[in-house]
């Protein structure tokens, strides 16, 4: 297929066609990071700006490092550390980013939807790094790529998503993903912690963490996020791993003993995730992160060859 796109903004509005194939031109990047010289000219002359509101580890050195293996110049805004401070709005950096002559913008925001808002006073292309609890489509991207090669396939899957639904973008980006796929997917939380008509999505929703465990293939754990619990709703540290922690022996009542364990970072470590777990051989966590690399590679590269873009 011909990539048309100029921006990336969220799964929701891709086909499936569009996800197999930034899956495939994944499949076809991973490679690179193998050789000796770690670098392809495909972005050479581009410039690549990562304009980061929120704290992040993973997906801003991700990023960074998918754009320098495309041969791209890149450079990383922290609107911390940036005219953002003094007031300057979203959409005026932006058209600032698009004077000084960059190819792509990568934002992260925590605004539900600002990549969208953008993407609409800016030509060059903008891709969603994390919107408020809306979307993160290259982690779910990434997510898919990592059980798309652990299993084969995604058609026929039971993918569990456990943990903070309702504020989770990493929780909405895969189950738009995962569905369109043709994967069964089981959402498992408290209910305080499970978004309103949600299985609209498509999803079935437990708040039984052994029965969400029994017929999966994948748990895709999500960290509790306090710092968004603005009305103290959350359960108590200890009460949530007593009840909904992904622990060893919960593990081992699964009925597929290869079932494995995902998590987006940053963990918990006590919290939604015992120890043990994180650091089991069923933990994919860090194959994850290295995966992030090929899928980010190639979102850059469609977004980049799209005949929208500059
Ligand atoms: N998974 C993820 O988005 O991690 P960071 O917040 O570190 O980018």
Redesign the pocket.
Known sequence: MKWTRKDLLGLEYLSKEELEFILATADSFKEVSTREIKKVPALRGKTVVNLFYE??????VSFEVAAKRLSADVINIAAETSSVKKGETLIDTGKNIQALKADIIVLRNSFSGSPFLLSRHVDISVINA?DGWHE?PT?ALLDIFTLKEKFGRIEGLNVSIVGDIAHSR?ARSNIWGLTKLGAKVTVCAPPMLIPYAIEEMGVRITHDIDEALYEADAVNVLRMQFERDQQNAFPEHIDYFRQYGITRERLDKAKNKNLIVMH???INRGIELASEVADCPQSVILEQVTNGIAVRMAVLFLVSQSENSQ
Do not use: A, E, L
């Open positions: 704290p992040s580890t993973r997906t801003r994390g993160h982690q990493v987006p970072g940053p």
